[in-house]
């Protein structure tokens, strides 16, 4: 089943064209993973899902971008409901200078989604779902800023869950990150599909191969492939993704 469906969108800064036409369909439950260059357009795409764009000046976009059958760049569209809707993890941790249970609230305290009397069961499930119940359980009131960069990304993924959305959007998680905390995050994403959709930028193609159900390969603001991931790097149709897979491109 289709979870976000993008159509024919376009995006520019100024005079700058920043994605051409693209053409997307990411299912829900899954992992999608896009590829591709610095510079492609990856990023851009996420953070138009999200309307980030909207805070850049000189940024315009048509097309269209359907969750759930909801055009979410109709000019009418609430986007107090998209942040909810719609979470983002970005390349670093970006907790806020306050203790890990205020992180988890915050987002209930914004939405006012939840009971205040509700707030420790929230804290307890969320911290849970990211396995960081048990180390911080009896830390909660420690600044978030003092965890190491693992825990700090998990407690961003935890304080998106804690407002329930329905898409993580996940921008490079791991860039920060050895390679043991990565595989670890890779893991709670592959856990994290039964409830959520996901789609992440990597610039890791052997990330991409391991997590994702989907890979989408951008070059230079279009989409150039899309399609299973065993497919795209075992038997691409375009030669240009093939290019890029072996190193000759990008």
């Given amino acids: 089943m289709t979870k976000i469906a993008v159509e ?3 995006l520019f800064y100024g005079d700058f064209q920043a994605l051409i036409n693209v053409d997307i369909r990411i299912p829900a439950n899954k992992i999608t993973s896009m590829i591709g260059p610095s510079g492609c357009g990856k990023s851009t795409l996420l953070r138009t899902v999200n309307r980030m764009n909207d805070l850049v000046d000189g940024a315009r976009v048509d097309g269209k971008i359907i969750i759930d059958g909801d055009n979410v760049l109709d000019s009418g569209y609430d986007l107090v409901s998209l942040r909810k809707r719609v ?29 205040r009397g509700d707030f420790d069961n929230i804290v307890e499930d969320s911290l849970k ?8 359980k009896d830390r909660l009131d420690r600044s978030a800023l003092s965890l190491s960069l693992e825990q700090q990304q998990r407690l961003c993924i935890a304080r ?31 856990e994290l599909k039964e409830n959520y ?6 610039h890791n ?14 070059w230079l603001g279009e989409l150039i492939e899309y399609g299973a991931t065993d497919m795209i ?16 491109a990008g």
């Fill in 8 to 10: 024919k969108l376009n």
């Fill in 87 to 115: 979470g983002m993890v970005f390349q670093r941790p970006n907790p806020f200078p306050m203790s890990v249970a205020s992180n988890i609230t915050f987002g209930l305290r914004v939405h006012g989604s939840a009971k």
């Fill in 129 to 136: 779902k990211v396995l960081l119940w048990d180390d911080l």
């Fill in 160 to 190: 998106l869950i804690a407002v329930k959305p329905e898409i993580l959007l996940m921008d490079e998680p791991c860039s920060a990150l050895d390679p043991i905390a990565t595989e670890r995050i890779e893991q709670l994403m592959i």
């Fill in 197 to 202: 959709t996901i789609v992440i930028v990597t």
């Fill in 205 to 218: 193609m052997q990330q991409a191969s391991r997590i994702s159900d989907s890979t989408g390969f951008m």
């Fill in 233 to 248: 790097f075992t038997n691409p149709k375009q030669k240009l993704t093939q290019d890029y897979i072996t190193g000759r």
